[in-house]
């Protein structure tokens, strides 16, 4: 009765007569009038600043003093520099004091308060010889040192009472955790990226060494809802520099260049905004297209049998945008993508494409999608037709191994 979803996106050949076809499209038709950018929309008004560690967890040690109080110093430091210097943004912190907050209270704190950036300071520990400062970003590391920082950091869940409910049971010691941890990331990285770098680059005015802008999964930054970063200010671990980051002036020469890299993000965001005709529209919402409304009868996600095992009724796509009117399923709507499907939630439509069968061909095709110009797409799960938080799918895949 339905036509087979396609089991990867096309072949080489059909791809290459996709993009023809729509870019012929696009020649002819009027441009595309949604938008899933997802630029901050008012500009850069109130930024959360998370010093980490605090109370109980210490971070980690030097010689004679602890990640926890060089966060904090610094943290104030960078908050009266923006209160002082950049008037009408509003700076909250998620701490001032030496008190221990739990990672997910932290992005919770960011969310709730509608923050157009996530700003959070630590300090790291490293092998004999490890110095500088890096930034990062949400996203899989590209190598085993920066996983470690990200498990050090992550361990901190280690100390609160509900982790294994609070964190859907991410296990901050295992590797698999790590690679769900980044088809849950994606929308906010262009900008995340665009602050990090400017960040490194201040860093290096003031002679840091700078060990540039790097990915991990970090549990503090997966739940945020806006650009987030985490600055890993200096190695406290290194005789030479756990003076420098405990010595006032240069706390305040470190909390300086992230201002610095604030100051030129915030007006470099509100000054693309002036230039554009319309305020870009939020995540999950998009402007409708002006086009007659009709009924379309779209077919259904996937075809799945209740009688057949669990992993057939599962299935793993990626999702392009939201839409507030429906659109139809023809691959000239959808960047000429033609296994794309629709699911509805609430009045929302969300679109998605792709049938993927594990975690693998998932990230195989988001990135391919990205490719074809849907910078924030991502990873979601089905079962039995229903849309699934990502853990309870990989519960489900490891239930029949
Ligand atoms: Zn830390």
């Known amino acids: 009765m339905f036509r087979r979803p396609h089991n990867i996106l096309t072949t080489k050949s059909e791809s290459a007569k996709r993009l023809l076809l729509s870019f012929l499209v696009l020649s002819i038709l009027p441009m595309a009038s949604f938008n899933t950018k997802t630029a901050p929309a008012f500009g850069v008004k109130r930024v959360v600043i998370d010093a980490g560690h605090g109370g109980k ?7 004679s003093s602890k990640e926890k109080d060089v966060c904090l110093a610094i943290a ?8 002082e210097n950049l008037k009408g943004v509003e700076v909250i912190y998620t701490r001032k004091t030496d008190v221990f907050i739990e990672l997910h209270e932290r992005a919770n704190i960011a969310n709730k308060n509608k923050a157009d950036l996530f700003v ?5 520990s490293g092998p004999k010889g490890s110095r500088g400062a890096e930034t990062y970003i949400m996203g899989l590391h590209k190598s085993d040192a920066n996983l470690a920082v990200a498990k050090r950091e992550n361990a901190s869940i280690l100390m609160e009472d509900n982790y294994k409910t609070n964190y859907e049971g991410f ?3 295992s590797d698999e955790s790590y690679i769900i941890f980044n088809l849950m ?9 665009k602050i990090a770098q400017k960040i490194q680059n201040h860093f290096k005015t003031i ?4 060990r540039g802008v790097k990915q991990a999964g970090f549990l503090v930054l997966y739940r945020t809802t806006m650009p987030s970063v985490l600055i890993e200010t200096g190695f406290l671990t290194d005789k030479e520099e756990e003076k420098f980051l405990n010595d006032s002036a240069s706390q305040s020469k470190i909390s300086s260049a992230i201002f610095e890299a604030f100051k030129e993000y915030k007006q470099e965001i509100e000054k693309n905004l002036e230039g554009m005709e319309e305020i870009p529209v939020k995540k999950e919402t998009v402007k409708e297209k002006k086009q007659e409304e009709k009924e379309v009868q779209n077919p259904p996600l996937y075809d799945y049998n209740d009688d057949t095992k669990v992993k057939k009724q599962l299935a793993f796509k990626v999702q392009l945008f939201s839409a507030s009117t429906q659109m139809e399923l023809k691959p000239e709507n959808f960047k000429g993508l033609e296994s794309v499907r629709e699911y509805k939630d609430g009045s929302i439509y969300k679109y998605v494409a792709g049938n993927a069968k594990n975690m693998e061909e998932a990230t195989q095709l988001q990135s391919e999608i990205r490719e074809k110009g849907y910078k924030d797409a991502f990873v979601v799960a089905f079962y ?4 699934i938080p990502m853990s309870k799918a ?5 239930a029949e191994k």
Do not use: V, W
Request: a positive charge; glycine letters at 12%; charged letters at 25%.
């Open 57 to 63: 967890d210490s971070g980690c040690l030097g010689a």
């Open 76 to 83: 104030l430091k960078l908050g009266k520099f923006i209160e």
């Open 120 to 124: 959070c300071i630590h300090a790291n």
């Open 171 to 173: 296990d901050p010691n």
């Open 185 to 193: 990331q994606s929308a906010y990285q262009e900008h995340s990226t």
């Open 207 to 210: 002679g840091r060494r700078n």
């Open 384 to 387: 039995k037709g229903k849309r």
């Open 394 to 398: 990989m519960k489900l895949m490891h």
